[in-house]
């Protein structure tokens, strides 16, 4: 068979974080599927119409389709709206080819998107299992996770496999068919390049309310620390990669394979520097010193707020207490932070957030990525937020950390738009933060990141 896979482009909006300090970073569900299915006698295409900024008549004009072709298109919520448009667009060109999709946002609006008639297919969940069924032609009845629609267009939803794939069976995502030189990792978190983003794991030990955790198990699973050095060498190799981001949800999860990994990156000689993102209950300073021994330089903690009954709603599992110890550690194994933090969580009033801004300041960090506490669909916190009439709207594209679409009793969503550019404002623009930032730099790479960083803030405030 033939798949020809779309990760959809996205609008930014100018007045986000992210038109600043955005990555592009390569589609990896899709780029392993291909290697799969490849491997298996297949024929793939990926087109990557957010790394080449293609609008849909980009993606149409970038179509292959052949006699046995199913086009797959991958979504997270704030760009189903954009993978509808391309759907729309690829079903009026070729009406009967066979459209499947996939991802977090399909997996829980698979029933809604087959009976709108969207797309044909969607695989629920971790989907390696499922597509290989689906290319060997196995009767639809029978491939898990799948839902379908039958000729009567009565839709099915097939049961949901609890066998999870073993990360060391997967070969590498298949670069091959990806634009590789228009990857980078995000502003302010690389300092070398050429940069990419990778993903060693799969689950992450929290179980926070705003997150949407359940996609692949309840259990952490991990690619071996052998794999994931042949993986980052391969990258260095073939694509003269420098710096790696790893977007697993807790790299520092499994202890003892962060370790063997910078074991193995120091003995070999690596040359490889990197950033992780971490909770700060599963750090010490004796890994924290490793790891900056292995090339990392940045580590990005959810500290989401201060207010430890805060932390407790949104489930946590930390208090506040850890977070001074964490950073003090932090700073001792020489390695830089990004904080994250969450403004409008359900619960937190003015003050709270103010608090928030507060701490993010004064706790000399060398970047801060603040959000707007946004309900995902799937997440506890959605279905709470829903059950209490506390959305405002479902417009999905405006579901992207920077507009407030939970109108709270304590909070309104006016106020916490208002505190989100405020903490923008007074985090970046302080003179003793840009001067502490200036000192800090050694090279003029970093340098220029520095003012690129700044000069987006300042225009992503004026918008
Ligand atoms: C890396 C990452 C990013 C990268 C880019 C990802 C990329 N190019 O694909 C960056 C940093 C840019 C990013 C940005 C954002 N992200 Co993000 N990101 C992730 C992260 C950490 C890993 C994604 C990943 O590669 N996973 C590994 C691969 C193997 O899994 P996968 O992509 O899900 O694919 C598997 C299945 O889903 C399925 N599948 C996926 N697509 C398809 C398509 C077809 C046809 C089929 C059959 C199957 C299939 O098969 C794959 C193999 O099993 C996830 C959390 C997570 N752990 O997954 C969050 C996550 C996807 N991001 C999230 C969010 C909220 C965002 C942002 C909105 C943040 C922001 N404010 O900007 C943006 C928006 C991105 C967008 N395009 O809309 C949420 C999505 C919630 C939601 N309901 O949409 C997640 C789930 C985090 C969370 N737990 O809340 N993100």
Known sequence: MHFVFINPNRALAK???????????????????SSLLQRAGHQTEIIDAMALNLDVSGVLAALNVHEDTIV??????PDIDMA??????????????????GGVHPTIFHDELIQRGVCDLVI????????????????????????WRTSDLEVVQNPQSSDF????????????????????????????????????????????????SSMFGSRVRVTSAKLVFEHIMHLKIVYGIKEVSFYDDTFTANRRRVEQLCNLLISEN???????????????????????????????????????????????????????????????????IRGAFMLGIPGE???????????????????????????????????????????????????????????????????????YKKAYREFYLRPMYVLNRLRSISTKEEFLIHLQVLKGIVSMLIK
């Open 84 to 101: 509808i448009d391309i759907t729309r667009a690829v079903r009026s060109r070729y009406p009967g080819l066979q459209i499947l999709m």
């Open 15 to 33: 007045s986000s974080i992210w038109s600043v300090v955005n990555s592009i970073t390569p589609p990896i569900g899709l780029a392993l599927m």
């Open 165 to 212: 794939v073993d990360l060391n069976d997967l070969p590498i995502p298949d670069y091959a068919k990806l634009p590789m030189s228009r990857y980078h990792s995000a502003l302010g978190s690389a300092k070398r390049t050429p940069s990419i983003g990778m993903i060693t794991s799969r689950g992450c030990p929290g179980k926070c309310t705003f997150c949407f």
């Open 349 to 419: 009033r003015s003050d709270g957030m103010r608090k928030t801004i507060d701490f993010a300041k004064s706790i000399d960090i060398q970047c801060a990525i603040i959000n707007i506490t946004t309900p995902f669909p799937g997440t506890a916190l959605f279905q709470w937020a829903k059950d209490n009439g506390y959305i405002k709207h479902t417009h999905w594209s405006l579901y992207d950390m920077a507009h407030a679409v939970l109108e709270l009793p304590t909070i309104s969503a006016k106020e916490v738009e208002a505190a």
């Open 270 to 336: 690596a040359d490889i520097s990197w950033s992780c993102f971490a909770r700060v209950d599963t750090v010490n300073p004796d890994i924290l010193k490793l790891m900056r021994a292995a090339g990392c330089h940045q580590i990005m903690y959810g500290f989401e707020t201060i207010d430890d009954d805060v932390l407790r709603a949104v489930n946590k599992k930390v208090t506040s207490d850890r977070y001074r110890d964490v950073i003090e550690w932090t700073r001792d194994a020489k390695i830089d």
């Open 124 to 147: 629920r969940g971790e989907a390696e299992g499922s597509i290989l069924a689906l290319a060997n032609q196995e009767p639809l009845e029978n491939i898990p996770n799948l839902t």
């Open 72 to 77: 797959g298109i991958t979504a997270t919520t």
